[in-house]
């Protein structure tokens, strides 16, 4: 049994032409961080999906059993079922979300292009790693949050208070297999990547625009962190979002 939605965690969904766009959340957050960006990719008239991710959005407890496998999982399902009613699909998504976009392109060659806002596709080293383990060993299963990395003032992220440490040894091994794969993505990307990113390293950003097969258009963005969907760079990120859609879908397509 899980706990209720968090107000603003809600999933989100909308019905417009016949292209499709999966939009995806990151770790420890929720719809909440993606909703503005989700309703300005609605607004030009595409299909969006905006789902809540297994065990994010109630409660830390829900989240803490929950691995790589269930949040892979869900962007699958979520695609699946996207893709069975639209003639073409890109997917958008922050941090994890873009861990797992980028998962999705390495298994979907017919994606149509994909968004990456400060993506996490190189995991912090063996140290850093061992530091966790130690804490989970020792008793402690919950750390410090990550959630509202925002240089705006008065704004803040729906996310979770602490960050689920075996959630986060799972998270890791994920995104070492996505790295290692970075080469079979062809499809052309937007990456947007914060300057100043206090959860993600920049180097992911490095490492995704040099590894990848398919044409990298990349935005740095100096006015925001990592929750830069929610920061001052905001409507930026949202008009060449919708601009790149455009380019490589020729628009939402029919019934918009």
């Not at 061992?130 to 060993?137: E, F, T």
């Amino acid at each position: 049994m899980t706990d209720p939605i968090m107000p603003g965690a809600e999933p989100w969904s909308h019905s417009g032409g016949s292209n499709g766009v999966l939009v995806l959340h990151g770790f420890t957050g929720n719809p909440h961080s993606m909703r503005t960006l989700a309703e300005a990719i609605a607004d030009a008239g595409y299909s969006v999906e905006l789902p809540l991710l297994a065990g994010h959005g109630t409660s830390v407890e829900d989240m803490m059993p929950t691995r790589f496998e269930d949040w892979s999982g869900d962007a699958e399902a979520h695609f699946q079922a996207l893709a069975a009613r639209c003639d073409r699909v890109a997917v958008v998504g922050l941090s994890m979300g873009g861990a797992l976009t980028c998962w999705l392109a390495e298994r979907h060659p017919h994606l149509a292009g994909i968004v990456l806002v400060n993506p996490l596709v190189h995991a912090p080293d063996q140290e850093f790693r061992d530091g966790i383990a130690a804490l989970l060993d020792s008793g402690t299963e919950v750390f410090d949050a990550i959630g509202s990395d925002i240089a705006k003032e008065g704004v803040a992220e729906v996310s979770y208070p602490g960050t689920p440490l075996a959630a986060v040894l799972s998270l890791f091994a994920g995104v070492d297999e996505i790295e290692s794969r970075l080469s079979e993505i062809h499809c052309p990307t937007l990456l947007f990547s914060s300057r100043e990113d206090h959860v993600v390293d920049p180097l992911s950003g490095d490492i995704f625009e040099r590894d990848v097969s398919g044409p990298v258009e990349r935005i740095f963005l100096d006015r925001s962190y990592h929750v830069a969907t929610l920061d001052h760079d905001a409507p930026e990120i949202e008009a060449r979002t919708v601009a790149f859609l455009d380019g490589l879908m020729g628009g939402p397509g029919e019934g918009s």
